[in-house]
């Protein structure tokens, strides 16, 4: 059973840092592309960035390009999203979502739970 | 990266058939058959319904189904059921190697 686990959002000021986590399982991780998405409150999805399977291929969003960056660690099977430079209009709930290809994001097919990043003084 | 347009809601009764709609540009739905359809209830994750344009993964009812047309995708709910209340977003992979979601469509079973 595919199963995505994100950790480490919480209350942050605007200006600051956070990094999110997503433990992965039941698959064979570095076999898929990652992505993170957001889901600002009440509002729709919006695509953050991928990382490839291997992770030597990483693409973001223009409203976050030079102050997010993804990563993964294939040998433990985590997913990271740094965030820097944070503003109000980055809270929401981040999800960890496992593409069906290795390179490109073409569909999520599993997501997890998501955890929420509330940017706020 | 502009989202992709979809009505903000529909509507209709049990048993009953309705058509979501999901139109982008020759950058994205137009180029590419990697047009997928969400649906997400209240305080959940998305749950994936249709991806390929057309392909149900396992699981999912046939009562789902998608289709495309030039730059717009279609999702198509028929025999409406109570439970399909829900919201349904649709997706693309783009030329810029990203992936852009529609808006999102509101269904209100009657």
């Known amino acids: 059973e595919v199963q995505l686990l994100e950790s480490g959002g919480g209350l942050v000021q605007p200006g600051g840092s956070l990094r999110l986590s997503c433990a992965a399982s039941?698959?064979?991780?570095?076999?898929?592309?990652m992505s993170w998405v957001r889901q600002a409150p009440g509002k729709g999805l919006e695509w953050v960035s991928v990382?490839?399977?291997?992770?030597?291929?990483?693409h973001y969003a223009d409203s976050v390009k030079g102050r997010f960056n993804i990563s993964r660690d294939n040998s433990t099977n985590t997913l990271y999203l740094q965030m820097h430079g944070l503003r109000a209009e980055d809270t929401a709930v981040y999800y960890c979502?496992?593409?069906?290809?290795?390179?490109?994001?073409?569909?999520?097919?599993?997501w997890g739970q998501g955890t929420l990043v509330t940017v706020s003084s | 990266q502009s989202a992709l347009t979809q009505p903000a809601s529909v509507s209709g009764s049990p048993g009953q058939s309705i058509t979501i709609s999901c139109t982008g540009t020759?950058?994205?739905?137009?180029?590419?058959?990697?047009v997928s359809w969400y649906q997400q209830h209240p305080g959940k994750a998305p749950k994936l319904m249709i991806y390929?344009?057309?392909k149900r993964p396992s699981g999912v009812s046939s009562r789902f189904s998608g289709s495309k047309s030039g730059n717009t995708a279609s999702l198509t709910i028929s025999g409406l059921q109570a439970e399909d209340e829900a919201d349904y977003y649709c997706?693309?992979?783009?030329?810029?190697?990203?992936?852009?979601f529609g808006g999102g469509t509101k269904l209100t079973v009657l």
């Open positions: 979502a496992k593409d069906g290809q290795r390179y490109i994001p073409t569909s999520v097919d599993y």
């Open positions: 997706s693309s992979y783009t030329s810029r190697t990203t992936l852009v």
């Open positions: 390929e344009v057309s």
């Open positions: 039941g698959f064979t991780f570095s076999s898929y592309a």
């Open positions: 020759s950058s994205d739905v137009g180029r590419y058959n990697y």
């Open positions: 990382i490839s399977g291997s992770g030597g291929s990483t």
